[in-house]
């Protein structure tokens, strides 16, 4: 997708905080942060939101989900986080490329 800010991210054309990387997903800090913690993790192959995905898609799903406790740890966020994946313009997403928004470390948030 040549027109994806974070297909550009994946191919290094735009500069990211990186915080981790395989062959499969990208982890980067967003550039807007709304919590002291609060960064993405992406798939590197371009699906645009979570309603596009198939079983094609289960694997790097299950090691995204699996990878965020972890690097949330690594960040300090010992005492808990929040997920947040939008999905489609009513679910209030902005860029069409899927990500897993981590965000913590500003107190508690009830939903
Ligand atoms: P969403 O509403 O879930 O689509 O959120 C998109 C997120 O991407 C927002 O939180 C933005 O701050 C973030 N974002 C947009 N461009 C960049 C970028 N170049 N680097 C890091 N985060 C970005
Ligand atoms: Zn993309």
Same mark, same amino acid.
């Given at each position: 997708? %040549? ?15 990186? &915080? ?17 913690? =609060?960064?993405? &993790?992406?798939?590197?192959? =371009?699906?645009? %939101? ?6 094609? =898609? ?6 995204? !989900?699996? !990878?965020?406790?972890? !690097? ?7 005492? #808990? ?16 490329? &899927?990500?897993?928004?981590?965000? #913590?470390? #500003? #107190?508690?948030?009830? !939903?």
């Amino acid at each position: 997708m %040549s027109d994806c800010i974070f297909c550009k991210i994946v191919a290094g054309e735009i500069p990211c905080r990186k &915080l981790y990387e395989d062959e499969d997903v990208l982890v980067f800090h967003d550039i807007h942060p709304v919590a002291p913690v =609060h960064f993405m &993790l992406i798939p590197k192959a =371009h699906v645009a %939101s979570l309603a596009e995905c198939d079983q094609s =898609h289960r694997d790097v799903l299950g090691k995204i !989900l699996l !990878l965020a406790p972890k !690097l949330a740890w690594e960040q300090g966020l010992t005492d #808990g986080f929040r997920t947040v994946i939008n999905t489609g313009r009513g679910g209030g997403q902005e860029v069409f490329h &899927l990500h897993v928004h981590v965000i #913590g470390g #500003g #107190g508690p948030r009830p !939903l």
